[in-house]
T-cell receptor, first 113, second 114 residues
Protein backbone atom coordinates (compact mmCIF):
# COMPACT_ATOMS: atom_id res chain seq x y z
CA UNK A 1 0.00 0.00 0.00
CA UNK A 2 1.19 3.49 -0.74
CA UNK A 3 1.89 5.67 2.24
CA UNK A 4 3.81 8.61 3.57
CA UNK A 5 5.17 9.09 7.06
CA UNK A 6 6.30 12.12 8.98
CA UNK A 7 8.01 10.55 11.95
CA UNK A 8 8.14 13.68 14.12
CA UNK A 9 5.02 15.30 15.51
CA UNK A 10 7.01 18.37 16.44
CA UNK A 11 10.41 19.83 15.64
CA UNK A 12 12.00 22.59 17.70
CA UNK A 13 14.77 24.72 16.23
CA UNK A 14 16.49 27.88 17.35
CA UNK A 15 16.24 30.86 15.05
CA UNK A 16 19.20 31.01 12.67
CA UNK A 17 19.91 27.29 12.88
CA UNK A 18 19.31 24.90 10.00
CA UNK A 19 16.05 22.96 10.08
CA UNK A 20 14.98 19.60 8.73
CA UNK A 21 11.46 18.19 8.63
CA UNK A 22 11.47 14.52 7.76
CA UNK A 23 9.29 12.61 5.32
CA UNK A 24 9.51 9.04 4.12
CA UNK A 25 7.29 7.38 1.59
CA UNK A 26 6.27 4.01 0.26
CA UNK A 27 5.05 3.96 -3.32
CA UNK A 28 5.57 1.77 -6.33
CA UNK A 29 7.45 3.26 -9.22
CA UNK A 30 8.74 6.80 -9.35
CA UNK A 31 7.00 9.03 -6.82
CA UNK A 32 5.58 12.49 -7.17
CA UNK A 33 6.24 14.21 -3.83
CA UNK A 34 4.94 17.46 -2.40
CA UNK A 35 5.46 19.72 0.62
CA UNK A 36 2.84 22.11 1.93
CA UNK A 37 2.83 24.52 4.86
CA UNK A 38 -0.14 25.57 6.96
CA UNK A 39 0.03 28.70 9.07
CA UNK A 40 -2.46 29.07 11.95
CA UNK A 41 -6.02 29.58 10.75
CA UNK A 42 -4.93 29.48 7.12
CA UNK A 43 -5.20 27.08 4.23
CA UNK A 44 -2.36 24.92 3.01
CA UNK A 45 0.24 26.64 0.88
CA UNK A 46 2.29 24.79 -1.71
CA UNK A 47 6.03 24.90 -1.02
CA UNK A 48 7.66 22.60 -3.55
CA UNK A 49 7.37 19.32 -5.41
CA UNK A 50 9.56 16.61 -6.88
CA UNK A 51 8.46 15.12 -10.17
CA UNK A 52 11.67 14.11 -11.88
CA UNK A 53 15.19 15.36 -12.50
CA UNK A 54 17.47 17.01 -9.97
CA UNK A 55 17.17 15.42 -6.54
CA UNK A 56 17.43 18.80 -4.83
CA UNK A 57 14.27 20.81 -5.27
CA UNK A 58 14.08 24.47 -4.36
CA UNK A 59 10.82 26.03 -3.28
CA UNK A 60 9.20 29.03 -1.70
CA UNK A 61 10.45 30.99 1.33
CA UNK A 62 13.99 29.58 1.03
CA UNK A 63 12.95 25.96 1.58
CA UNK A 64 14.38 23.05 -0.32
CA UNK A 65 13.91 19.30 -0.23
CA UNK A 66 16.13 16.43 -1.17
CA UNK A 67 14.72 13.38 -2.88
CA UNK A 68 16.58 10.23 -1.87
CA UNK A 69 15.38 7.20 -3.74
CA UNK A 70 17.48 4.65 -1.87
CA UNK A 71 16.19 5.86 1.48
CA UNK A 72 12.69 6.64 0.14
CA UNK A 73 12.86 10.03 1.78
CA UNK A 74 11.99 13.58 0.87
CA UNK A 75 13.16 15.72 3.78
CA UNK A 76 12.39 19.43 3.87
CA UNK A 77 15.28 21.71 4.74
CA UNK A 78 16.20 25.32 5.25
CA UNK A 79 19.70 26.61 6.01
CA UNK A 80 18.66 29.28 8.50
CA UNK A 81 15.32 29.15 10.32
CA UNK A 82 13.14 32.18 10.93
CA UNK A 83 10.57 32.56 13.69
CA UNK A 84 8.02 33.12 10.93
CA UNK A 85 8.69 29.58 9.67
CA UNK A 86 6.78 28.27 12.67
CA UNK A 87 3.83 26.38 11.20
CA UNK A 88 2.46 22.94 10.39
CA UNK A 89 4.20 21.16 7.53
CA UNK A 90 2.66 18.40 5.44
CA UNK A 91 4.35 15.96 3.11
CA UNK A 92 2.29 14.21 0.44
CA UNK A 93 2.85 11.61 -2.25
CA UNK A 94 0.74 11.10 -5.32
CA UNK A 95 -1.18 7.84 -5.53
CA UNK A 96 -0.61 6.84 -9.13
CA UNK A 97 -3.72 4.70 -9.28
CA UNK A 98 -6.14 7.59 -8.85
CA UNK A 99 -3.94 10.71 -8.81
CA UNK A 100 -4.97 11.52 -5.26
CA UNK A 101 -2.52 12.84 -2.73
CA UNK A 102 -1.67 10.65 0.24
CA UNK A 103 -0.91 12.93 3.16
CA UNK A 104 1.40 12.63 6.10
CA UNK A 105 0.08 13.47 9.54
CA UNK A 106 1.93 16.77 9.62
CA UNK A 107 4.87 18.08 11.63
CA UNK A 108 4.61 21.13 13.82
CA UNK A 109 7.70 23.27 13.41
CA UNK A 110 8.50 25.65 16.23
CA UNK A 111 11.28 28.18 15.76
CA UNK A 112 12.40 29.81 18.99
CA UNK A 113 14.01 33.27 19.04
CA UNK B 1 -3.32 34.18 -2.13
CA UNK B 2 -3.83 30.88 -3.98
CA UNK B 3 -6.70 32.11 -6.15
CA UNK B 4 -9.08 29.54 -4.65
CA UNK B 5 -11.97 31.10 -2.76
CA UNK B 6 -14.26 29.50 -0.22
CA UNK B 7 -17.39 30.77 1.46
CA UNK B 8 -18.40 31.11 4.18
CA UNK B 9 -15.29 31.45 6.30
CA UNK B 10 -17.08 30.34 9.45
CA UNK B 11 -20.29 28.44 9.97
CA UNK B 12 -21.98 27.61 13.25
CA UNK B 13 -24.98 25.35 13.21
CA UNK B 14 -26.83 22.76 15.25
CA UNK B 15 -26.89 18.99 15.12
CA UNK B 16 -29.27 17.61 12.53
CA UNK B 17 -28.99 20.62 10.26
CA UNK B 18 -27.79 20.85 6.69
CA UNK B 19 -25.17 23.27 5.33
CA UNK B 20 -23.62 24.06 1.98
CA UNK B 21 -20.01 25.07 1.51
CA UNK B 22 -18.94 26.80 -1.67
CA UNK B 23 -15.67 26.80 -3.55
CA UNK B 24 -14.46 28.69 -6.60
CA UNK B 25 -11.31 27.22 -8.17
CA UNK B 26 -8.41 29.14 -9.63
CA UNK B 27 -9.07 30.54 -13.05
CA UNK B 28 -8.48 27.80 -15.61
CA UNK B 29 -8.43 24.91 -13.15
CA UNK B 30 -10.74 22.06 -14.02
CA UNK B 31 -10.26 19.83 -10.96
CA UNK B 32 -11.71 20.52 -7.55
CA UNK B 33 -10.95 18.55 -4.41
CA UNK B 34 -12.61 18.64 -1.00
CA UNK B 35 -10.79 17.85 2.23
CA UNK B 36 -11.74 17.67 5.88
CA UNK B 37 -9.22 18.59 8.55
CA UNK B 38 -9.98 17.72 12.14
CA UNK B 39 -7.67 17.76 15.13
CA UNK B 40 -7.61 14.02 15.64
CA UNK B 41 -7.67 12.79 12.04
CA UNK B 42 -5.44 15.15 10.13
CA UNK B 43 -6.20 15.91 6.50
CA UNK B 44 -8.78 13.60 4.94
CA UNK B 45 -9.57 13.56 1.25
CA UNK B 46 -13.32 13.57 0.63
CA UNK B 47 -14.05 13.82 -3.07
CA UNK B 48 -12.74 15.11 -6.39
CA UNK B 49 -14.51 16.55 -9.41
CA UNK B 50 -13.05 17.15 -12.83
CA UNK B 51 -14.86 19.35 -15.33
CA UNK B 52 -18.22 18.65 -13.75
CA UNK B 53 -17.83 14.92 -13.22
CA UNK B 54 -16.97 13.00 -10.08
CA UNK B 55 -13.53 11.45 -10.45
CA UNK B 56 -12.54 10.04 -7.11
CA UNK B 57 -14.03 9.42 -3.71
CA UNK B 58 -12.21 9.25 -0.45
CA UNK B 59 -13.52 9.00 3.08
CA UNK B 60 -16.75 10.81 2.38
CA UNK B 61 -19.79 9.96 4.48
CA UNK B 62 -23.11 9.17 2.84
CA UNK B 63 -24.54 12.24 4.58
CA UNK B 64 -22.15 14.37 2.54
CA UNK B 65 -22.44 15.10 -1.16
CA UNK B 66 -20.84 17.44 -3.63
CA UNK B 67 -21.18 18.70 -7.14
CA UNK B 68 -19.30 20.83 -9.63
CA UNK B 69 -21.27 23.22 -11.76
CA UNK B 70 -20.76 24.26 -15.42
CA UNK B 71 -18.90 27.39 -14.30
CA UNK B 72 -16.58 25.00 -12.39
CA UNK B 73 -17.43 26.19 -8.91
CA UNK B 74 -18.21 23.42 -6.48
CA UNK B 75 -20.45 22.94 -3.48
CA UNK B 76 -20.13 20.48 -0.62
CA UNK B 77 -23.39 19.63 1.09
CA UNK B 78 -23.32 18.28 4.63
CA UNK B 79 -26.57 16.99 6.09
CA UNK B 80 -27.84 15.50 9.35
CA UNK B 81 -24.88 17.15 10.99
CA UNK B 82 -23.28 15.59 14.04
CA UNK B 83 -20.92 17.05 16.61
CA UNK B 84 -18.09 15.07 15.05
CA UNK B 85 -18.51 16.90 11.76
CA UNK B 86 -17.01 20.01 13.32
CA UNK B 87 -13.83 20.59 11.36
CA UNK B 88 -12.07 22.73 8.81
CA UNK B 89 -13.21 21.99 5.28
CA UNK B 90 -10.80 22.84 2.49
CA UNK B 91 -11.27 23.04 -1.20
CA UNK B 92 -8.33 22.73 -3.56
CA UNK B 93 -8.03 23.01 -7.31
CA UNK B 94 -5.61 21.89 -9.98
CA UNK B 95 -5.32 22.48 -13.66
CA UNK B 96 -5.98 18.97 -14.93
CA UNK B 97 -5.92 15.37 -13.80
CA UNK B 98 -2.21 14.85 -14.39
CA UNK B 99 -0.33 13.37 -11.48
CA UNK B 100 2.29 16.08 -11.47
CA UNK B 101 -0.25 18.89 -11.12
CA UNK B 102 -0.09 20.96 -7.97
CA UNK B 103 -3.19 21.35 -5.83
CA UNK B 104 -3.81 24.89 -4.62
CA UNK B 105 -5.85 25.27 -1.47
CA UNK B 106 -8.47 27.77 -0.43
CA UNK B 107 -8.54 29.37 3.02
CA UNK B 108 -11.10 26.87 4.31
CA UNK B 109 -14.48 26.94 6.01
CA UNK B 110 -14.53 26.33 9.73
CA UNK B 111 -17.68 24.40 10.62
CA UNK B 112 -18.82 24.23 14.22
CA UNK B 113 -21.71 21.94 15.04
CA UNK B 114 -23.30 22.61 18.45
Amino acid sequence: AQSVAQPEDQVNVAEGNPLTVKCTYSVSGNPYLFWYVQYPNRGLQFLLKYITGDNLVKGSYGFEAEFNKSQTSFHLKKPSALVSDSALYFCAVRDKSNYQLIWGAGTKLIIKP
Amino acid sequence: DSGVTQTPKHLITATGQRVTLRCSPRSGDLSVYWYQQSLDQGLQFLIQYYNGEERAKGNILERFSAQQFPDLHSELNLSSLELGDSALYFCASSERLAGRDTQYFGPGTRLTVL
